[in-house]
């Protein structure tokens, strides 16, 4: 469908949308969307209330917290570019408020700008098979399901891939960390793809909700392997905020961070749900068994946290 306009307003739906050759029929984007890199070039039609690129982790916290106290909205659409935009299909979520711009505003504001009804697509994984399925239902809304198929194929394989060659052997215990301050695990997809990657992720529910850890839990847990990637965060941001966790003496106390085995990803991609989740997996399985698929996982999707810590310092 060459004339199709379509407006994302969250950063996975833009990187499927890109992913399926539709980069052309993106008019629009929110904030957040800036991957691929031609995104960032494209109309922004939702903004964060409050800037927090310089924020930290338990600043950040309050500030959410803040928010949904009073109800007060985290991200605003612009309404009048939405209208000028005139989007066929307007792509938007029911997962996560702190994310992105919630499904309910985004019906709200099309009603009251647009004199159509637009095709309005929204999406709330909780899974792997989740995601492939939103891909295709993407694919399907933008009259490319036949190239949302052979996408999935392609992803399909690097998953099998993975968990065949992953399955044998023990399953080290490994904990994801998806927030610093307040200490927090990792939810929906991710535990899925620790198993997938051949280790048990014991502190989170496969599928289920992130929630708050007590260091209590973790000592208890003693995972074998930590993998930092806190939601949102660029790797310079992993690499400053978990450098905060040297001065307590829990983190120290781990064996994980004594023998060497944390490693930081950079938080922007595990907490996307588009295609590149299953570059997180291969990340995954070669952080945990680097003579099994060293070369495996694409470049800046992990580093070791010693060596990132050493660069940090200089």
Not at 28 to 53: E, N, T
Not at 85 to 102: F, K, N, S, W
Not at 175 to 188: S, V
């Amino acid at each position: 469908m060459p004339d199709m306009r379509i407006v994302s307003l969250l950063p996975s739906a833009t990187e499927i949308v890109f992913a399926l050759g539709l980069g052309e029929s993106l008019v629009g984007v929110s904030h957040m969307c800036d991957y691929p890199a031609p995104a960032r070039g494209l109309p922004v039609v939702s903004r964060s209330v409050r800037s927090k690129s310089h924020l930290s982790s338990a600043e950040i916290d309050s500030i959410i917290q803040q928010a949904r106290a009073t109800g007060n909205p985290l991200y605003v659409i612009d309404g009048d570019l939405l209208r000028r935009l005139r989007p066929d299909v307007i792509l938007t979520q029911e997962l996560c408020e702190v994310c992105a711009v919630g499904a309910g505003s985004v019906f709200e504001t099309a009603a009251k700008v647009l004199d159509y009804t637009p095709e309005i697509l929204s999406i709330r994984p909780a899974g792997l098979e989740d995601i492939f399925d939103n891909i295709r239902r993407i694919g399907a809304a933008a009259g490319v399901l036949g190239g949302a198929e052979e996408l999935l194929q392609q992803l399909q394989r690097r998953t099998e891939n993975v968990a065949r060659r992953a399955a044998d052997g023990r399953r080290p215990r490994v904990f994801c960390i998806d927030w610093l301050e307040p200490l927090r695990n990792t939810g929906q997809w991710t535990p899925e793809l620790v198993e997938l990657a051949g280790g048990e992720e014991g502190l989170a529910e496969k599928w289920g909700k992130s929630r708050e850890v007590s260091w209590d839990e973790v000592l208890e847990y003693q995972p074998d392997y930590v993998m930092v990637m806190p939601c949102a965060f660029n790797m310079d941001r992993t690499i400053a905020e978990t450098a905060r966790l040297s001065e307590r003496g829990e983190w120290n106390s781990l064996t994980a961070v004594r023998e060497g085995r944390v490693f930081l990803f950079d938080g922007q991609i595990p907490s996307r749900h588009g295609p590149r989740v299953v570059d997180v997996l291969e990340g995954l399985a070669e952080a945990m068994r680097p003579q099994l698929f060293n070369g495996l996982a694409r470049s800046g999707i992990f580093r070791p946290a010693t060596a990132t810590h050493a660069a940090a310092a200089r």
